[in-house]
C-alpha cells in the first residue's frame, strides 16, 4: 500500500507541473491539437494467448532508439513490462506512456524495465514519441510481419491494431501477471505497480 501511495503522490506532482506549465511537451495544446482522437471503441477485440505461469514468447523488433530489442536478452537481468498499446497520436495512448516516466522510480526500485511495443511503423513511433518527450524506456514497432508479436501475444484486434495490454515477465521470462484493458481507458498505474510489489516479493518463479 505504501508503494501504491507512492506512484499516487508521484503522479500527482506530475500533474501540478504540467497545471503550472513546466509540464512535458505532449502536454502542450499544440502538441495535443495534433492527435487523433478515434471514436469509442469496442473495449476488448482479441483473445490472450498467453497465460500466468508460462514461458513469454520471445521477439526481436526494432525500436525508434535504432536498437534492435529481444526479449530473451533480459533474462537473468531484469523483471520486463510490455505495454502494447493500439494506436501513437491518439489521446489515451499520448497520456499512458508519459506516465510511466513519472514513475520510473518505482519501475528501478523493483528492477523492471519497460518496452513499450505498438504496430505502428519507425518513423511514426520517432516522430509521436519525440513530440511527448523522451521517455526512458525502448519503444518497439510490431509493424511486419504487421502485428506479429501482438498476434502472439493475443492482443491483436480484427482492426489491425493491438489491444491495450500490460504483460509482466519475470526474470526467468516466464508471464507473471496480464491485463488487458478498456481499449478507450489508461490502465491505472496504482494497479501495475502493485503486481509489481507482489511479483518482487514472492520471488521468481520456479
Known amino acids: 500500500m505504501e508503494v501504491v501511495m507512492q506512484a499516487l503522490k508521484t503522479l500527482f506532482v506530475g500533474s501540478l507541473l504540467v497545471l503550472f506549465g513546466v509540464g512535458p511537451l505532449w502536454a502542450s495544446s499544440s502538441a495535443f491539437n495534433a492527435l487523433y482522437a478515434y471514436p469509442e471503441l469496442k473495449p476488448v477485440d482479441s483473445v490472450l494467448r498467453v497465460t500466468v505461469g508460462q514461458a513469454a514468447p520471445d521477439f526481436s523488433l526494432p525500436a525508434v532508439s535504432g536498437k534492435q530489442v529481444r526479449l530473451s536478452d533480459f533474462q537473468g537481468k531484469k ?26 522510480p518505482l519501475f528501478d526500485k523493483f528492477d523492471t524495465t519497460v518496452i513499450g511495443i505498438s504496430v505502428d511503423n519507425i518513423p511514426t513511433l520517432y516522430t509521436w514519441t519525440r513530440q511527448m518527450g523522451d521517455l526512458w524506456f525502448e519503444v518497439v514497432s510490431d509493424f511486419w510481419p504487421h502485428g506479429k508479436t501482438s498476434q502472439d501475444y493475443g492482443v491483436l484486434r480484427s482492426d489491425g491494431m493491438a489491444d491495450r495490454a500490460v504483460i509482466i515477465i519475470d526474470k526467468t521470462g516466464v508471464v507473471r501477471y496480464t491485463h488487458v484493458d478498456d481499449i478507450n481507458v489508461r490502465p491505472e498505474l496504482g494497479m501495475i505497480i502493485k503486481a509489481l510489489e507482489e511479483i518482487h516479493s514472492r520471488g521468481p518463479s520456479e
Open 79 to 104: 523483471m520486463v513490462m510490455l505495454t502494447f498499446i493500439p494506436a501513437a497520436w491518439t489521446p489515451v495512448c499520448s497520456d499512458q506512456w508519459p506516465g510511466y516516466n513519472l514513475a520510473k
